[in-house]
């Protein structure tokens, strides 16, 4: 358990200092754990509806805070060339996270053009079910798109990378809120950039 903990503080700590010195991109991030946390209480209520909240808001947002605003240039914090950050990377580096972006796009084309999936499901017939299916579509994507990364950590990296970047992913959205929230005071003082002194002493 201990080299576990240690494991998931790890990858934490570099997700941290490697992918979020923007202050948008962490403010970006506050507004996608708020609403991530509400699609988990959401998740027991109505599956679909919750998968919808966190694809168009938590997802769309933080990711738009990566491929819009985080200095994709040498990193002078860590002293790491932004090419060697997206080799190391544990979870989705952003060759991944277009190809996930991409799936999660196409995902109401292909209901539109066969909405019973080729026999899979029921098709629907009404805008709701329509709506209600993109959901679930999206729910299934996301739950897929965790496990086939851990499984492909488990065989690159190791059984522990892989089960603690899961357990990363899926407590992110308070670890964020709670290291990020500061961050639109930071942007409304005009600091674009943190200044990631903490990350400068270590």
Request: with cysteine; hydrophobic share 50%.
């Amino acid at each position: 358990m201990n080299r576990f903990l240690a494991e998931l503080r790890l990858q934490r700590w570099d997700d941290h200092r490697l992918y979020h010195h923007s202050r948008i991109n962490q403010s970006l991030h506050a507004l996608s754990a708020s609403s991530f946390i509400a699609a988990y209480v959401l998740l027991f209520i109505d599956p679909a509806a919750a998968a919808i909240l966190a694809w168009c808001v938590s997802m769309t947002s933080r990711q738009a805070g990566h491929f819009f605003f985080e200095p994709r240039g040498y990193d002078h914090v860590n002293d790491m060339s932004d090419a060697l950050k997206e080799e190391v990377k544990v979870g989705y580096n952003i060759r991944r996270k277009v190809v996930l972006m991409a799936a999660w796009a196409l995902a109401p084309v292909a209901l539109w053009l066969s909405p019973d999936l080729a026999g899979l499901i029921v098709p629907a017939t009404t805008a709701r079910e329509y709506i209600d299916d993109v959901g679930m579509a999206w729910l299934a994507l996301g739950v897929s798109g965790l496990l086939v990364r851990v499984i492909q950590l488990c065989f690159t990296r190791g059984a522990l990378t892989g089960l603690a970047w899961a357990a990363k992913i899926l407590t992110d959205p308070f670890h964020d809120l709670a290291l990020y929230y500061r961050a639109p005071l930071a942007l409304m003082r005009g600091e674009l950039i943190d200044p990631m002194s903490h990350v400068r002493r270590h």
